[in-house]
Nanobody, 125 residues
Framework: QVQLVESGGGLAQAGGSLRLSCAAS????????MGWFRQAPGKEREFVAG????????DYADSVQGRFTISRDNGKNTVFLQMNSLKPEDTAVYYC??????????????????WGQGTQVTVSS
């Protein structure tokens, strides 16, 4: 029933910024932890960032720590990923996912029960 739709991807140059959005329908996200993952060609899907249901706790992959920020706006039923200081190695399809109710940030893909279709991010050198 729940649908997650990512947007905001596109082309950016190294050092630039993009802001990804994940809009949900069919489920209010306010009580769920949320996460962002990415998958580059030939690579496995990897954790990028997570946020607790209350928004007071976040977690980031070492590769994006200090550059990316995850946030949520429950009024808009939307989760965001602000991506700054982009690097070519950030190039991937980015997916948002819905985690456990009342959950804390988690890097385990099997703890998420709904996924978006993904949005492409391409960073040129």
């Amino acid at each position: 029933q729940v649908q997650l739709v990512e947007s905001g991807g596109g082309l950016a140059q190294a050092g630039g910024s993009l802001r990804l959005s994940c809009a949900a329908s069919g489920r209010a996200l306010s009580l769920y932890s949320m996460g962002w993952f990415r998958q580059a060609p030939g690579k496995e899907r990897e954790f990028v960032a997570g946020i607790s249901w209350s928004g007071d706790r976040t977690d980031y992959a070492d590769s994006v720590q200090g550059r990316f920020t995850i946030s949520r706006d429950n009024g808009k039923n939307t989760v965001f990923l602000q991506m700054n200081s982009l690097k070519p190695e950030d190039t991937a399809v980015y997916y948002c996912a819905c985690g456990p109710i009342f959950g804390t940030p988690t890097q385990k893909t099997n703890e998420y029960d709904a996924w978006g279709q993904g949005t492409q991010v391409t960073v040129s050198s």
